[in-house]
């Protein structure tokens, strides 16, 4: 099957920080990139959609400016959370697409907002 | 009302026991996910559904598209197949998740 990757796995950070998490397609291109987070116990939420060489596309509520997402290839997308509060602890997943139905997921992102 | 609905939430097994786990939708799809989460969080994708049925080694997925319902069963359960296993829905180019049931089968 494909292969995505996330780094870091998992991170600690201090309030007010900013944390970069990269997704990497290894064994195909995807022009579309889905970032997720999920909280405890619950489902994943999307937060955006992003597509090779363009701007990403937010969901309702998700702050822009706070996770800048770039998707500057068609085997690297990175999130950037900025200034990060305890409240952005989350788990976060990236989800390349190949075609219209066909997603994969990455291993997920463990982020601890001290 | 969740676009996307599960059953059970929480399922547990003795190993060897035969698993079904539910989902209902009420938009319109072109297609359903069957993914599983293992506790580290990694998700896997099952199956990718749009009619009938597919089987891989112990797992069997089926969809009604009429109904809007499709299952996701498991036969001859084993303590590895403990996770969380969600359904997800492609709606409008997005997919749409079920909050999941959590499966714990036992020795």
Redo the contacts between chains.
Sequence with gaps: ?AVVSQHPSRVICKSGTSVKIECRSLDFQATTM?WYR?FPK???M?MA?SNEGSKATYEQGVEKDKFLINHASLTLSTLTVTSAHPEDSS?Y?CSPRIT?????????T?LLVL | KNEVEQSPQNLTAQEGEFITINCSYSVGISALHWLQQHPGGGIVSLFMLSSGKKKHGRLIATINIQEKHSSLHITASHPRDSAVYICAAYNTDKLIFGTGTRLQVFP
Excluded: A, D, N, V
């Excluded at chain 1, 219209?100 to 997920?108: L, M, R, V």
């Design positions: 099957g889905f999920q619950k489902s994943l999307l959609t788990f997943i219209s139905e066909t997603q994969y997921f990455g291993p997920g463990r």
